[in-house]
């Protein structure tokens, strides 16, 4: 199951939206709004190119081994506010190139998996695929955040084919399991979400430390049994950078 944060691109509202666009230096010329779109386009070629692959990915795991992978996948693109205030953020230009250069995860699909293993599998027989780069891997399951977070988070670079060729693109795909995923939605509320008293924002965040411990050693003791009863790969290692 596939679940979009928005709909397509509508190509008539974002012009509209660029056009509205001030940065005190005056509109984007016409030129820059057209040069936007087409890059917003390649982007989400790449998120669907990428959601495809690990649809297959989750059909063959089934027929091979009766076993699905996935749980489901989110996809979504930056807004045009989160991407300009992320490029203002960084003291860069408002321009496409500023984007294509330093903006690797304006193009995002989370893999929600059931286990640990069936994360590190997907993502290594994705990052095995022969038309796909490897950009960059952050593995916060054996490395967690100091608040507690654990993801697989990959970059990957995936060819998005235009009349003009094919056009390399990164893709940020988060993957990690249904447990680690109802963890970071919560500490994500109460970090973004919340006007809690200091006090009370400290004990919450604590106790969310202690709930991702205790997660983590019930999915060990889940990944265990699953392991006995069912014959999917086994893996334990991040995909490594091309």
Same mark, same amino acid.
């Given at each position: @199951? +596939?679940l979009?944060r928005?709909?397509r691109?509508?190509t008539?509202?974002? !012009?509209?939206?660029?056009k509205?666009?001030?940065?005190? !230096?005056?509109?984007?010329?016409?030129?820059?709004?057209?040069?936007f779109i087409?890059q917003?386009?390649?982007?989400?070629?790449? @998120?669907?190119?990428?959601?495809t692959?690990?649809?297959?990915?989750?059909?063959?795991?089934?027929?091979?081994?009766s076993?699905?992978?996935?749980?489901? *996948?989110?996809?979504?693109?930056?807004? +045009?506010?989160?991407?300009?205030?992320?490029?203002?953020?960084?003291?860069?230009?408002?321009?496409v190139?500023? +984007?294509?250069?330093?903006?690797?995860?304006?193009?995002?699909?989370?893999?929600?998996?059931n286990?640990?293993?069936?994360?590190?599998?997907?993502?290594n027989?994705?990052?095995?695929?022969?038309?796909?780069? #490897?950009?960059?891997?952050?593995d916060? +399951?054996?490395n967690?955040?100091?608040?507690?977070?654990?993801?697989?988070?990959v970059i990957?670079?995936?060819? #998005?084919f235009?009349?003009?060729?094919?056009?390399?693109?990164p893709?940020? #795909?988060?993957?990690?399991?249904?447990?680690?995923?109802?963890?970071?939605?919560?500490e994500?509320?109460?970090?973004?979400?919340?006007?809690?008293?200091?006090?009370?924002?400290?004990?919450?965040?604590?106790?969310?430390?202690?709930?991702?411990?205790?997660?983590?050693?019930?999915?060990?003791? *889940?990944?265990?049994?699953?392991?006995?009863?069912?014959s999917?790969?086994?893996?334990?290692?991040?995909? !490594?950078t091309?």
């Amino acid at each position: @199951m +596939i679940l979009d944060r928005q709909n397509r691109i509508n190509t008539t509202e974002l !012009q509209t939206h660029l056009k509205n666009i001030d940065l005190g !230096q005056g509109p984007l010329a016409p030129e820059q709004i057209t040069e936007f779109i087409d890059q917003m386009q390649v982007y989400e070629g790449a @998120m669907y190119e990428i959601s495809t692959k690990l649809e297959i990915l989750d059909s063959e795991f089934q027929v091979r081994f009766s076993h699905n992978p996935i749980h489901h *996948m989110e996809r979504r693109l930056k807004s +045009i506010n989160s991407i300009i205030g992320k490029l203002q953020r960084r003291n860069l230009p408002l321009t496409v190139d500023a +984007i294509k250069d330093n903006l690797f995860d304006v193009a995002g699909v989370r893999v929600i998996c059931n286990y640990r293993d069936d994360v590190y599998s997907v993502a290594n027989y994705l990052s095995a695929q022969s038309d796909i780069q #490897v950009l960059r891997v952050k593995d916060y +399951i054996k490395n967690p955040k100091q608040n507690g977070y654990r993801s697989l988070h990959v970059i990957y670079a995936v060819p #998005v084919f235009l009349s003009s060729g094919p056009h390399y693109t990164p893709v940020e #795909v988060q993957l990690r399991t249904i447990a680690m995923d109802y963890w970071a939605s919560l500490e994500h509320a109460l970090r973004y979400k919340t006007d809690l008293p200091d006090a009370k924002l400290a004990e919450h965040s604590q106790t969310l430390l202690d709930c991702a411990r205790s997660l983590q050693n019930i999915e060990t003791q *889940m990944q265990n049994i699953h392991r006995d009863i069912n014959s999917a790969p086994q893996a334990g290692e991040a995909p !490594q950078t091309s």
